[in-house]
């Protein structure tokens, strides 16, 4: 009876810490006094979208946000947790406290304000679309009656929807072929299925930079509006707003963020 009675009083420990715990994880206030107590931060991102954070062939997690994440966090001694999530999900993710922060080359647009708080913008970027020059696409209206892609959830599709004269109405069924991730989409491109890939012009550079041959493709401009990246987090932490803003600051003013930026660009002009 006795050693029964020490097995219930341990499981009802065990329970009573889970429950601490998953209440700290659910919990919709303020996340910070939790990541900062526990020294962990959990950052969520797509690790196929190079430059910002993807795998390079040793498997290991490497780019621009993860070395400017760490940086950050390092300032306050925190580390950081990377996880792969499913890009087209990635508020609902963030909203069901799966994960702290949304870091991966994330565009600020008026639709994800609504579901999420900014940091201060911390790079500027362009959706550009990314042909192979055998195509002889030069321009978006050169696009006429051919394929295009893009990723789900992506900027580049939502651009695409909110500027329907630029690209959308002109091409072959009047919508672009969605892919989880841009990797299957250059899969796709390189193989002819699709003619066209509207695409962050970060990534699409560093991509066609480290192919065998980068004069076979060719990148176009087609006057979509600038975009700036930024981190995206649940609208009640403000406090890990301030945090991270903080840092950005500081990466900014000792030089380091200027470092991350040639490392990443061969620039430290982004």
Known sequence: MRILRKISLLLAVVVGAFAMTACARTSKSNSWPRIEQQKKVVIGLDDSFVPMGFRAKSGKLVGYDIDLAKA???LYGIKCSFQTIDWSMKETELRNQT????????SVTPDREKQVLFSDDYLENHQVLVSKRAANIKSFADMKGKTLGAQSGSSGAADIDAQPAKLKNIIEKKQPVLYDTFNDAFI???????????????????????QQDPQSFRITDGSFPAESFAIGMRKSDTELDSKINSGLKTLKKNGQLAKIQKKWFGTTEQ
Do not use: P, S, T
């Not at 994960?99 to 994330?106: A, E, K």
């Not at 491109?189 to 699409?204: K, M, S, T």
């Open 188 to 210: 796709d491109l390189n193989a002819g299925r699709i003619q066209g890939l509207v695409i962050d012009e970060v990534y699409a550079r560093y991509y066609v930079a480290h």
């Open 99 to 106: 994960i702290d922060l949304i870091w991966n080359g994330y």
């Open 72 to 74: 950050v966090f390092k």
